[in-house]
């Protein structure tokens, strides 16, 4: 056992684990051990909210393997030859030493752990506003199993009427639905502008609304600026404007930020996002210390540039490839991210890959191009639902660089091929022919993405002209002078419309009633239907007979977040 290479993992959620199982895989002989400062491993944190709404009822499920098996330290010891020391508090690396000092918190005595290699997994902390009432009963948070077990007796007592969530992101548009669904008022409050600030605003739009639809209220551009109480106990939720919303629980979900103490207590390098640097074996500055999960930065696959993406699948991936590496060191690689997530909010899904335009925007990025779609994810007649996406792409190479959709339609599919195509630095073209699979049951005869390349394409070619919903909510805010048609049929249009100044020019007739168009052949048309096919077709037919300023409204009706006439 002296010839064995020592190997400690500080940590125990998700990538600790995967680190150790790695290691364990490439070397029989390694003394490996676990030091997990919370009382369980290998925890589905990603399954809280769930575990919350009653989608399932025992809470082992969050800690079993596929076989239903409980991850505990004798499943670790007898499966996989591995010391996992729960309840453990690591205090002190020594890197010349190569020493861990760690707290037993059950007894309270300190202890000294050797290392030949060492893995770092501290994961992230809750973000928590620094505003009076904070420490108040009744203001929760979801980032332990614990707190899991808190919000669920919460649902099923049903002691709960009102809940403020504080954070309109992936965990609290979750914790949002868990609530609602058990009957519980809710309001989501997000400082932003916009509720998940991941994705573009105008598909933020779509699924605010569609969060109003299931009963919960949502208030933007408002954060918290104290939490209210008596005798100790929440009773309300005072926001920056004054507002005051009666409440006897507030979950705060406002993201996560690197758990970097230790590494910084050990002198290793810290990126400006906050995150431990890390190189694309997961070494840390100390080449016999490896970080992997939330608590270190990435490298964006698109840009280039440090990102923190903190993900329960990358964190999988990277401790795989930090385990392999501390037993053979340089043979695997993590080489970035694209920033690939999904969530689901009530009936829709939101995912995205890559770059928005906002995130572009923000870093300076220029030559972009975009296309919105709207679409059914399979045919009408096999129950197609709509999907909503935004594609981007460099103009002057036409290559991919970010994809979002959300909807009630299958959004994972779609964002799963665009984030396979943004790894593989594939074209616009690329995937304009690309070979996907197609019967009824699980696509249209041209997928969804597969379309939205064509748009891309017609759009780099300067075959159309595009404008957004924003900006045509814009122009008819503005009172500007421009012609809007609706190329819908009667039926349709008497059935929703969105009361804009638009005049009804179904295409059929459109060509027998060029006459009611505007003589000024420059002047700005914009033209729409549902989902914009018929509204493209009619911007060819205007283009054919002279006028030069003829624009799409992309996504067309079903793409529309703002109130409608009808």
């Known amino acids: 056992m002296s010839d064995s290479k020592k190997i400690v993992v500080v940590g125990g959620s998700a990538a600790g684990p995967k680190a150790a199982a790695k290691a364990r895989r ?20 990603c399954g809280y909210p769930y575990y919350v709404g009653g989608t399932f009822d025992d809470r082992n499920l969050l800690l079993c393997t596929p076989a239903g098996v409980v991850r505990d330290p004798s499943f670790f010891k007898n499966a996989k030859n591995i010391e ?13 030493g190569k020493t861990v000092t760690y707290k037993d918190l059950t007894s309270g005595v300190h202890h000294d752990i050797s290392y030949d290699k060492l893995v770092l997994a501290t994961g992230g902390i809750p973000r928590c506003p620094s505003v009076p009432g904070i420490d ?296 304009a022919n690309a070979d996907l699979p197609y019967a009824p049951p699980y696509s249209l005869a041209l997928d969804h993405v597969i379309v939205a390349a064509h748009v891309l394409e017609n759009k780099i070619a300067g075959r159309m002209k595009g404008i957004s919903v924003a900006e045509v909510h814009d122009r008819y805010l503005t009172g500007a002078d421009c012609f809007i048609i609706d190329t819908r049929g009667p039926e349709e249009f008497e059935a929703m419309r969105l009361g804009i100044g638009e005049t009804l020019i179904p295409l059929g007739v459109l060509r027998r009633r060029l006459n009611e168009l505007p003589q000024d052949k420059d002047k700005e048309i914009i033209l729409y239907c549902k989902i914009s096919l018929r509204g493209y077709e009619a911007a060819a037919i205007l283009e054919a007979n002279g006028y030069t300023n003829v624009k799409v409204m992309e996504g067309g009706v079903m793409a529309w977040p703002y109130p409608r006439e009808k």
């Open 26 to 45: 490439m070397d029989e002989s390694a003394h490996i051990t676990v030091i997990q400062k919370e009382a369980n491993l290998s925890m589905a944190a």
């Open 84 to 96: 996992a020391l729960t309840l453990s508090d690591v205090l002190h690396i020594d890197r010349h």
């Open 136 to 431: 108040l009963e009744g203001v929760r948070a979801l980032h332990s199993i614990e707190e899991a077990d808190d919000l669920r007796a919460i649902r099923d007592t049903k002691n709960v009427r009102r809940a403020v969530i504080v954070g309109a992101g992936l965990i609290g548009f979750e914790v949002c639905e868990a609530l609602r669904l058990a009957g519980i008022e809710i309001v989501v409050v997000e400082r932003a502008p916009q509720v998940l600030p991941f994705i573009d605003p105008d598909l933020a739009h779509l699924v605010e609304n569609h969060v109003r639809s299931k009963g919960a209220d949502v208030i933007t551009g408002n954060g918290v600026a104290a939490f209210l109480g008596e005798d100790g106990k929440l009773t309300g939720v005072k926001l920056t404007n004054g507002t005051e919303l009666p409440c006897q629980l507030a979950v705060v979900a406002v993201g996560v930020q690197p758990n970097t103490t230790l590494a910084e207590r050990a002198g290793l390098d810290i990126g400006a996002l906050g995150g431990i640097l890390v190189n694309e074996y997961m070494q840390t500055s100390d080449p016999d210390i490896y970080a992997v999960g939330d608590c270190v930065e990435c490298t964006s696959l698109i840009t280039g540039e440090q990102v923190l993406a903190p993900y329960g699948d990358l964190a999988n991936l990277q401790g795989r490839v930090a385990g392999q590496n501390v037993i053979k060191e340089g043979s695997a690689r993590f080489p970035g991210v694209t920033q690939t997530g999904i969530c689901k909010v009530f009936d829709f899904t939101v995912g995205v890959t890559g770059l928005t335009m906002s995130r572009a925007r923000k870093q300076g990025i220029s030559g972009l191009v975009s296309a919105t779609i709207s679409g059914l994810d399979i045919p009408m007649f096999m129950g197609g639902k709509l999907l909503v996406s935004k594609t981007i792409a460099d103009a002057s190479t036409g290559r991919l660089l970010g994809f979002q959709a959300v909807g009630p339609g299958d959004v994972s599919k779609r964002v799963a091929t665009m984030a396979m195509a943004l790894r593989g630095n594939l074209t616009v073209d690329d995937v």
